[in-house]
């Protein structure tokens, strides 16, 4: 069964940096994109950042664009978020998403990933 581990999360001021990474063990399955999602007390989970894991090409959200960075080690099957000038509003619990190729292949709706992690607590004060 296909698992994944977030790790990396923490608490940081304001303006600080965060590494999340994402590691995937138990099962193999044709990977063709992970993400990262993040869910605040009493909000939806939304998507953060796309990665196909093909071509490296990657998809953020606007409110993270020019601040987060996701990327990929293919050879270890792991996934990061780096996440720069951190703000309050960034708290939440974050989590790390795998799917294997369905369709429709939008990268920021919740239903085109069939693996979740458990999530890693960000949490930033001001």
């Known amino acids: 069964q296909v698992q994944l581990l977030e790790s990396g999360g923490g608490l940081v001021q304001a303006g600080g940096s965060l590494t999340l990474s994402c590691t995937t063990s138990?099962?193999?399955?044709?990977?063709?994109?992970m993400a990262w999602f993040r869910q605040a007390p009493g909000k939806e989970r939304e998507f953060q950042a796309a990665?196909?894991?093909?071509?490296?090409?990657?998809y953020y959200t606007h409110s993270v664009k020019g601040r987060f960075g996701i990327s990929r080690d293919n050879a270890n099957n792991t996934v990061y978020l780096q996440m720069n000038n951190l703000k309050p509003e960034d708290t939440a619990v974050y989590y790390c998403?795998?799917?294997?190729?369905?369709?429709?292949?939008?990268?920021?709706?919740?239903?085109?990933?069939?693996?979740w992690g458990q999530g890693t607590q960000v949490t930033v004060s001001s």
């Open positions: 998403a795998a799917a294997a190729g369905g369709t429709p292949v939008i990268y920021s709706l919740l239903s085109y990933y069939e693996y």
């Open positions: 138990g099962g193999t399955f044709s990977r063709a994109a």
């Open positions: 990665i196909r894991w093909s071509s490296g090409e990657t």
